[in-house]
């Protein structure tokens, strides 16, 4: 069993930035991400990562978000910049290991002015 930790949400003006972490219990290596949700929609992929460094992100972040990686520290970031209100969702990490998907607890995280 995979414990994931959380860390970085909060309240974002427009255009600002924000950096999700992402902390895994155990020194897996294995496909990490980052999902998000919003009330009364399906959870939507925002960004993944391979062991080896392959990304994969949602048309509606690309060249906003980045999703660096550290498989020594067992660590995935989300480092988000210009920041829309159409962001607003309850962000999850994501750790996928063979044919076994882990999530986090979920953190908020809200663009308004």
């Known amino acids: 069993q995979v414990q994931l930790v959380e860390s970085g949400g909060g309240l974002v003006q427009p255009g600002g930035s924000l950096r999700l972490s992402c902390a895994a219990s155990?020194?897996?290596?294995?496909?990490m991400g980052w999902y998000r949700q919003t009330p009364g929609k399906q959870r939507e992929l925002v960004a993944v990562?391979?062991?080896?460094?392959?990304?994969d992100y949602a048309d509606s972040v690309k060249g906003r978000f980045t999703i660096p990686r550290d498989n020594a520290k067992n660590t995935v970031d989300l480092q988000m910049n210009s920041l829309r209100p159409e962001d607003t969702a309850v962000y999850y990490c994501?750790?996928?290991?063979?044919?076994?998907?882990?999530w986090g607890q979920g953190t908020q995280v809200t663009v308004s002015s």
């Open positions: 155990a020194s897996i290596f294995s496909t």
């Open positions: 994501m750790d996928r290991i063979g044919i076994s998907t882990y």
């Open positions: 990562i391979t062991v080896t460094g392959g990304t």
